[in-house]
């Protein structure tokens, strides 16, 4: 029988994240003359300021701050001890699968013959390029169980966007109008938007209290205006539908489409394959399912997978390899939606996410869905008398919990969290107050039982300290704020003092 942790148990396992003196802004630190980088004699004619930069940017000294380049190491450095990361810290950020990226997979994407391609080049010099993209994308397709894959997409949603794009470009081929799009009401926020920038109208399909989609109310809801159902498969309540295949028929009978959101592929990664249920379109997310880095806005990759018949449709150019074995970008598809992204798409993801499927293999594909499954339903069990599970498993590789203490919310736990060097999993959502929990195949059982510990005493500090508990974090550089004088009171650019 496991004891669990006490608050100052929790206290003393945090080894990443500590009270710390305030650090000092570098405008702060600036001292006159100092500088980060000597450089030599001007060995070129010099050049009118105004000209190059502007008038604006040109008249009088910035106020620029003055530091040297040890101390503006150490700035960041301390700037950076302060952050969590994910190679520091535990996070259990459900739906969104903040996992660890192999360290391989950076060192393949770096390679010179890869990172410093120009995408102008021709064809015969990037062959080797080519031809990784290709088998990337051949891999893709037989992982979806899909016959074609397009890796454009810069992300999951601009992948989503793409695929109801090449539905659309479907149905319009067809002479059809069809302006519906359906959704579980347990769909990423992401599914709404997509069909908005699609030019189609979104209605949310109920979920039956066990968490699963009301098929007999999608059978009433679907009609010849439907062009697609977007389902999350497995759920982001962490539940895998077993009724996909009666989904998919409903929808086909009618002409729509079945469109699901691949964000939890890691959850049937090499065990069973979307096409082979019934979908006709899927995004992937690199990072979730290929532990590829986290986009956040910015380079990630979201590669779409399709049906035969809407293979016609993808955008253009596509990879392909010509009978004399090699490789180059075929830009002859007359009904192609396009280009969605500059140049190939996001070729330096991409790359992770081929170094990633080819240091597993088949059989370490397999291993990654039964690691990420095992991992979730074991925190369930052992978190299931202290929080409420609202939704019977087994799971798939999230579920969520809800506290039901007195006086304590999700916000709470998740501020106690920090002390433990935690993150917080991902709190009220897809229903009010909970925590999503999703601890990924890349965590040992040491850490998912360090987890443990501290939700447990979390939950007996609720009970028995919760104005300690409410007033956490203790442990962090910065202690909890007043968020809506944070908001009225915004201070975010540095004035001088003088």
């Not at 952050?83 to 770096?110: H, Q, W």
């Amino acid at each position: 029988m496991t004891t669990a942790a006490t608050p100052t148990m929790m206290a003393k396992e945090n080894m990443s994240i500590q009270p710390q003196s305030p650090t000092p802004l570098l405008f702060e630190q600036s001292v006159s003359g100092a500088s980060a980088v000597a450089l030599p004699a001007l060995d070129v004619p010099p050049v009118d300021r105004s000209q190059m930069l502007g008038a604006m940017l040109a008249e009088g000294d910035r106020p620029l701050p003055e530091v040297g380049e040890l101390d503006l190491v150490r700035h960041y450095t301390r700037l950076a001890h302060r952050c969590f990361s994910i190679d520091e810290n535990f996070y259990p950020l459900g739906s969104c699968t903040m996992k660890y990226n192999p360290r391989i997979n950076e060192r393949v994407a770096a390679m010179p013959g890869l990172a410093a391609l120009h995408p102008y080049q021709n064809d015969a010099d990037v062959q080797g390029m080519l031809e990784l993209l290709f088998r990337l994308r051949t891999d893709l397709a037989e992982i979806a169980g899909l016959p074609e894959v397009t890796l454009q997409p810069a992300a999951g949603a601009h992948g989503e966007m793409t695929g109801l794009m090449i539905i659309n470009a479907y149905h319009r081929d067809r002479g059809e109008v069809r302006p519906k799009v359906l959704a579980p009401d347990t769909a990423h926020g992401t599914n709404p938007a997509s069909c908005t920038m699609c030019g189609k109208t979104y209605s949310q399909v109920p979920s039956l209290a066990g968490g699963h989609m009301d098929v007999d109310a999608l059978a009433k809801m679907v009609d010849e205006e439907t062009a697609a159902l977007m389902i999350t498969n497995p759920s982001t309540v962490g539940l895998f539908d077993s009724k996909f295949s009666e989904i998919a028929k409903i929808l086909h009978d009618k002409g729509a489409m079945l469109y699901m959101d691949g964000a939890n592929m890691n959850a049937m990664l090499g065990v069973t394959r979307p096409g082979d249920f019934g979908v006709d379109v899927m995004h992937y997310n690199t990072h979730k399912t290929f532990s590829t880095p986290h986009g956040c806005g910015g380079p990630g990759a979201g590669p779409v997978a399709v049906a035969e018949h809407l293979r016609p449709y993808l955008p253009k150019p596509q990879v392909v390899q010509h009978e004399d074995g090699t490789f180059a970008w075929d830009y002859d598809s007359p009904k192609s939606i396009g280009k969605v992204r500059s140049f190939y798409g996001q070729t330096g993801v991409l790359v992770r996410a081929y170094a990633y499927i080819r240091s597993l293999g088949n059989d370490g594909l397999v291993d990654v869905a039964r690691k990420a499954v095992l991992n979730a339903n074991y925190l369930a069990v052992r978190l299931k008398d202290a929080y409420k599970l609202p939704f019977d498993g087994p799971y798939a590789h999230e579920f969520i919990a809800v506290p039901e203490f007195e006086g304590v919310n999700e916000v709470d736990i998740a501020k106690r969290l920090l002390d433990s060097g935690i993150h917080p999993p991902t709190m009220s959502w897809p229903i009010a107050h909970c925590l999503m929990i999703e601890p990924t195949e890349t965590e040992s059982k040491a850490t998912l039982d360090r987890f443990v510990d501290a939700m447990l005493a979390i939950a007996d500090e609720a009970k028995n300290d919760p104005n300690h508990l409410k007033n956490a974090p203790h442990n962090t550089p910065i202690q909890r704020m007043d968020v809506v004088a944070a908001n009225r009171k915004l201070d975010v650019r540095w004035k001088p003092t003088s």
